[in-house]
């Protein structure tokens, strides 16, 4: 969507994702299920707006993990029209997080640290890989699933 139709669209309903903050909450994240795939920020399926169009509604699902305000804008334009590419990129982007999760589970269960399965993950991890991470973001995301691993425990 240009900044343009943007301005101008017919946006009347309140947005699903953010409940009409125009921003999306700790709360919107686990309504939606998108703990460890989602954080706190402008929402991005009204564009920070809190408001959508019906179209919208029709076109993306709410909970769609790659619709991201960290996303390009052109990207973003792409899933809104339904891009076939685009929307495979975003299906394996989800499967990529939630292989990573599982990884990080299954590890756990070894006792190792985040810095252990962090290295591991990255010996182990293709070259071509469309979605990687960083170590320094790895070993963070990874600590962040540790730490809900163990507060679902308590």
Not at 89 to 118: C, P, Q, T, W
């Amino acid at each position: 969507m240009t900044i343009f139709n943007f301005l101008f669209s017919n946006k009347n309903l309140e947005c699903p994702r953010c409940q009409g903050k125009a921003f999306v909450d700790w709360d919107d994240i686990r309504r939606l299920n998108k703990v460890l795939k989602w954080a706190p920020g402008p929402c991005a399926y009204c564009y920070g707006s809190g408001k959508i169009d019906k179209e919208m509604l029709s076109k993306v699902a709410v909970d769609y993990t790659y619709l991201t305000i960290d996303l390009p804008e052109s990207e973003m334009e792409k899933i809104i029209q339904g891009d076939e590419e685009t929307l495979e990129k975003g299906r394996i982007h989800e499967l990529f997080l939630d292989n990573l999760i599982k990884y990080v589970e299954d590890h756990l269960s070894k006792k190792m640290d985040a810095e252990s399965i962090a290295d591991l993950y990255l010996r182990t991890e293709d070259e071509n890989a469309l979605f990687s991470l960083e170590r320094k973001n790895l070993v963070q995301y990874i600590e962040k699933i540790i730490e809900l691993k163990e507060s679902d425990q308590n």
